[in-house]
């Protein structure tokens, strides 16, 4: 589902910033997406898994060890989206989860029961 979304998400917003929806359906949105999502070595989903057991940023970056995009990049996409009028609940949620204190198990059950929206 967070996948899904997530495509969804910056989509939008790519769109909105002039670009087209085509674009994110190939190696560069859905290609990337999938990666950081599935696999084990992807440094941001560990750094998700650090976090969401309860380490903080900078923990979570000591550990990796390497530059983790998502942490970098999850304020100017929240921005963003704020800039833009774009719908990112997902950003939106992982903000608040890195930079506002939100639990992380709060965070994916306000996810999961959003009002359903016809899109």
Known sequence: ?????????????????????????????????????????????????????GNSIEEAKKQIGMTIESIDNIDSAYCLAKKYKVEMPIVETVYHVLYNGLNPKEAVNQLMTRELKAE
């Open 1 to 53: 589902m967070l996948a899904t979304r997530g495509l969804v998400e910056i989509t939008r917003l790519g769109v909105a910033m002039g670009g087209e929806s085509r674009t994110f359906y190939g190696l560069t949105g859905l290609g990337d997406l999938i990666v950081t999502c599935g696999s084990p070595h992807s440094r941001n989903r560990r750094a998700g898994e650090l976090i969401a057991k």
